[in-house]
């Protein structure tokens, strides 16, 4: 009886999402009703109440639910004396983005929440760039600094792109391509053109 409750509850949790997802599509956080989400949930608002107090409550249970699992994949990154090792990394990124595409979206896209993008910037500077900065030995703070939101700014686009775009590639091929573009920068769409 308990699998059953707990996947009823997943059950629910997840088209609450979707219906969260599909709204922040059309407008931003702020305009949604709880009323919306149970009713494109197909669900009522007593149902909502059981899990959230409200969707501020909803999407931030969401974002720490995301935000765990990308600050684990970070946390367990260990770079190497050759930068060029992001594969592994940036790999179970995107699939943690393909997992949880929709709200993905909405949440780095235009009605998404900036506090959100920058928790994850600030994880990936403390977590990785740091380390990453040691082993280059930069003495440089701006210009490491410069080179990070460089860095970070495009992997969110690329993120985003992907996802608007509807995944075609696989995470394993994004994560190449990013890991290129990290390591090699445009030389990468001139050997790709050859």
Partial sequence: MEKTEDRR??????????ALAALLQKKPLKSITVREISELADINRGTFYLHY?????????LQNDIFEKFNKIISEYE???????????LVKNFELLAENAELAKCLIGKNGDAAFVDKL???LKEKC???VNKILKTDDEAKFSYFFQFI??????IFSTWLNNGMPESPSEMARLTEDFI???IYVLETDSK
Avoid: Q
Wanted: contains cysteine; aromatic residues 6%; positive net charge.
């Fill in 129 to 131: 760039f740091s380390e």
């Fill in 79 to 89: 770079p190497k004396k050759n930068i060029d090792t992001l594969f592994p990394v």
């Fill in 183 to 185: 390591v090699k920068g």
């Fill in 152 to 157: 970070v700014s495009g992997c969110i686009g």
């Fill in 121 to 123: 910037k600030n994880v």
């Fill in 53 to 61: 107090s409200d969707v501020f409550d909803m999407v931030e249970k």
């Fill in 9 to 18: 509850v997943r059950k629910t949790k997840k088209a609450m999402s979707a």
